[in-house]
């Protein structure tokens, strides 16, 4: 308002420019009379009145526009209305308040309830309506704006009283209020208004092809809109194109009917989700399968948005769901044989190896026609544990990859589908830093479908105390994604809004939420007695007929199927569950196998599985890529950076050229070695481009050109494999999972995730403990995923020190008791069985040859790294091409090469360590001229345990005394893992004692003074004879 009356306040008078309009035309272009209620279009009536700074119809919400029209009309009369062109020269010429306005002479025919304002002329002056050439009618107008303003109210708030619980007792927003706003009353309308005709505004569509309409039929209409069985979220989304696709979807007139064929289609799947769970009831009835019951549309809703998707070109759909319906989703949605199903409740022994899992966490992979739209489609459901949520970002990971590897990059032809219960999604964490990562330019998959099971309770626990947001879904709100929120028990509407919700990822790529409000039928599981804890609730569920029933009865009565058709399909339907039951009676074994959610053609076929490939490779290629990675952008003259790193790159080129590497370059080399191969190489994690402690700079900047970047790595070979290095999100939890799941899709790939320092797995735990240390396991998934972690004692503090190693090793697989036979094979049988591979490098080299031996192995185990931090400049931390070329290997203990090992019977004590901490011991012993005392031998593959090496080099110094000396306290770091296998591996013939810090329960002190005295101690301990 205060900016609409500055702009006319301030116009500069045009008296004298302009020949002032004949004064013969009315200003309101609708009026209201106790007699008559129309629109009117003014064609011929004129009036002036007070000054331009006080013009009646400039409030809060025109005066923006008002402003705007002006600015135009400033800049070119032409461009606006004439109406308003008129309007601006009157005013400027001095025209008094409500006399500016001049209405142009309309061509139109008047369209319906519309009347040439001539013809109402007679009646205009009685009744409080202003007389020709009088005042303009402030009401009408102010009405036309409330109007607009109700519209907007539906819009924005009409979810608030949709009708959305199947059972008619809460409210999915847990308020019962109406919102005023939604009320005519509230805009000083009364009954009596009902009848008026008000123009639409543009931002509507419940008119049709009709542009004004009662204001009785324009409540109505946005009530069916708005506030039925569909409740829309989304007029906080920040695009009009979007808000008006949506208003377009849920308010044309009519948008909602279906054809009779489509009505069949939907009893027909409502019928196979109803009878599964009805099934599986019967035949096993104590067994806990956390059935749908209550929520059965689910399974119609998944197919039609999979129908819808498939119809725009999705190829592929990657789902991650929790228990809830899984089996059924699984039958009816994948297809999955039923026989496979059901040999699950058997107690069959299983015939393949690995633990598995319970039959509602499983996996699954089919690809198969989809017969409604005569297209291939491949489904996945990954295999999730009972972390409800854990498997969201994994799920997009793999969607990515697999988009990555079709060369999808708007994500056309593969598409996420995640399924959420309402207490779940809106209670853990992972769900909002999956959505996080759903923009991002290496982490987005293009939008995801989202469908909440809505049940409205979380095991005992009712909405109002495990949310505090008024809807289960709003964390999605973040993203600007739509939210559907739909009545279970209302067929049609569920069918709509998947609908909707397919088109809205094909068109915007973006991600949205169908929360279909539903009810649990039985308790959580189908042994639970729900009526201890929500007796309310399930009194209704009880009296509550099965949506099943009701969509048929509606259907009779339509005249759409007949009571014999509904009959016959549940009947067939009945006799497919219990030919395949017959068949898995049939069945002595379960296989994991069947069960596989990313299965890899192709890769294990013809392979000898305990044949390594060499790791060490060609001089050249040591040069080649070492110089690209020393080299600035090719066009140099133009790309500027940054001195610091001109300097790094000088550094680099000489490292080069004496064949030495450092941990950045012999990392670049295993990375860029492999992407000659072919290989994709992929680097995640906080910070990862320059690197955390600034050692790696695979990014260059331009320091002129924003977003001019060069990425030395990508250009080192015509026909490499792609190299993708990205900075993440600030999580771990959610970044960890994306790159598990990338991992899954090809194993032909190098995927790494970085910690900023180690300390921020643990804020990943699920991830680690769930899905890297037991997902071969339980579900014969493997995976070749990089963890890298910095780790060691530095004096930064108890939160930058420990990436926490005691805790990989005491997830790891790997036999205190047991001694593998040795043989040639020995190493790599011990990578075969284990479940990880936990390492702590201490040369260059040696990371070099563990990358590179994630691909040379014959099958994929995730690698769980130690990194260091200092030793990333330690000017002894360096390696030798003759390290790193042909015929060398990854060494999984590096034994001394002194003066100790020349004449090892002569030397007393022989030290055990691993990462970090032996540039301390080594330079202490030289310090104090042990050489030829002390023995220091690096266990640098600390799980699978190197049992034979280990022999082998106690045996070499038969006389020296045993020692694991670890900067970690004695309860942390590898300690408890290696002292029981040392036993093992001696045989217990010979002790090892442990030098150390004492247990603690921090990691590290926070005082430096108290770091270098538990050093000192540690040295001294460890170099004492
Ligand atoms: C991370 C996590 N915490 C706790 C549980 C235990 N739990 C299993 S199901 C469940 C309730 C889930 O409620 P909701 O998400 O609404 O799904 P519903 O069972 O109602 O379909 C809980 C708490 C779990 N599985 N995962
Ligand atoms: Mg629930």
Known sequence: MYRARTVLTNLVPLAS????????????????????????????????????????????????????????????????????????????????????????????????????????????????????????????????????????????????????????????????????????????????????????????????????????????????????????????????????????????????????????????????????????????????????????????????????????GVESIVMGMPHRGRLNVLANVCRKPLEQIFTQFAALEAADDGSGDVKYHLGTYIERLNRVTNKNIRLAVVANPSHLEAVDPIVQGKTRAEQFYRGDGEGKKVMSLLLHGDAAF???????????????????????????????????????????????????????????????????????????????????????????????????????????????????????????????????????????????????????????????????????KDWLDSPWSGFFEGKDPLKVSPTGVKEDTLVHIGKRMSSPPPNAAEFVIHKGIERILRSRMEMVESRTVDWALGEGMAFGSLLKEGIHVRLSGQDVERGTFSHRHHVLHHQLVDKATYRPLCHLYPDQGPYTVCNSSLSEFGVLGFELGYSMTNPNALVCWEAQFGDFNNTAQCIIDQFISSGQAKWVRQSGLVMLNPHGLEGMGPEHSSARLERFLQMSSDDPDYFPPESEEFAVRQLHDINWIVANCSTPANYFHILRRQIALPFRKPLILMTPKSLLRHPEAKSSFDEMTENTQFLRVIPDQGPASQNPSSVKKLLFCTGKVYYDLRKAREERKLEGDIAISRVEQISPFPYDLIKKECAKYSNASLAWAQEEAKNQGSWTYVQPRFHTALSGSRDVSYVGRPTAASPATGSKMQHLKELNALLDDALSL
């Not at 009408?140 to 539906?154: N, T």
């Not at 005023?180 to 309308?189: G, I, K, Q, R």
């Not at 009835?285 to 059965?296: M, W």
């Not at 947001?469 to 973040?478: F, K």
């Open 17 to 312: 420019l302009i020949p002032r309009a004949a004064p013969d035309r009315f200003a309101s272009w609708i009026l209201k009379s106790d007699h008559i209620l129309c629109s009117i279009t003014g064609t011929d009536i004129r009036h002036y009145s007070s000054s331009v700074a006080t013009e009646p119809f400039l409030n809060g919400s025109s005066s923006a526009y008002v402003e705007e029209m002006y600015n135009a009309w400033l800049a070119d009369p032409k461009s606006v209305h004439v109406s308003w062109d008129s309007f601006f020269r009157n005013s400027t010429a001095g025209a008094a308040p409500g006399q500016a306005y001049q209405a142009p002479p309309s061509l139109a025919e008047p369209g319906r309830n519309q009347l040439p304002i001539t013809s109402l002329a007679p009646l205009l002056g009685a009744a409080g309506a202003p007389a020709l050439g009088g005042q303009v009618n402030e009401k009408v107008i102010d009405d036309h704006l409330a109007v607009q303003a109700i519209i907007r109210s539906y819009q924005i708030r009409g979810h608030h009283i949709a009708k959305l619980d199947p059972l008619g007792i809460s409210s999915a927003d847990l308020d019962d209020k109406h919102p005023p706003e939604l009320l005519y009353s509230h805009y000083s309308f009364e009954e009596g208004d009902m009848d008026r005709v008000f123009k639409l505004p543009s931002t509507t569509f419940i008119g049709g092809k009709e542009k004004a309409l009662s204001l009785r039929e324009i409540l109505s209409r946005l009530e069916n809109a708005y506030c039925r069985h569909i409740g829309v979220e989304f007029m906080f989304i920040n695009s009009l194109e979007q808000c008006n696709w949506i208003r377009q979807k849920l308010e044309t007139p009519g948008v909602m009917e279906i054809s009779s064929e489509e009505k069949r289609l939907i009893l027909a799947r409502l019928t196979r989700a109803t009878g599964f769970e009805a099934f599986l009831a019967r035949k096993w009835s104590s067994e806990k399968r956390f059935g749908l019951e209550g929520c059965e549309i689910l399974i119609p809703a998944m197919k039609a948005v999979i129908d819808k998707s498939t119809e725009l």
């Open 426 to 592: 809106c209670g853990q964490g992972i769900v909002y830093e999956t959505f996080h990562l759903s923009d991002l330019p290496d982490y987005t998959t293009h939008g995801t479908i989202h469908i909440v099971v809505n049940n409205q309770i979380g095991f005992t626990t009712d909405p109002r105390h495990s949310r505090s947001s008024p809807y289960c879904t709003d964390v999605a709100r973040v993203v600007n994604a739509p939210i559907f929120h739909v009545n279970s028990d209302d067929p049609e509407a569920v069918m709509h809004v998947c609908k909707i919700a397919a088109e809205w990822r094909a068109t915007f790529h973006k991600d949205v939420v169908i929360d279909i409000v539903s009810y649990r039928r039985n308790g959580h599981n189908e042994i639970d007695e729900p009526m201890f804890t929500q007796p309310l609730m399930y009194r209704k569920i009880k009296t509550t007929p099965h949506v099943l029933d009701k969509y048929s009865k509606r259907l009779i009565e339509e005249g759409v199927v007949t009571t014999e058709e509904v009959k016959d399909v549940r009947d067939k339907y009945e006799k497919i569950c219990e030919e395949s039951y017959l068949n898995a009676r049939k069945e002595t074994h379960i296989k994991y």
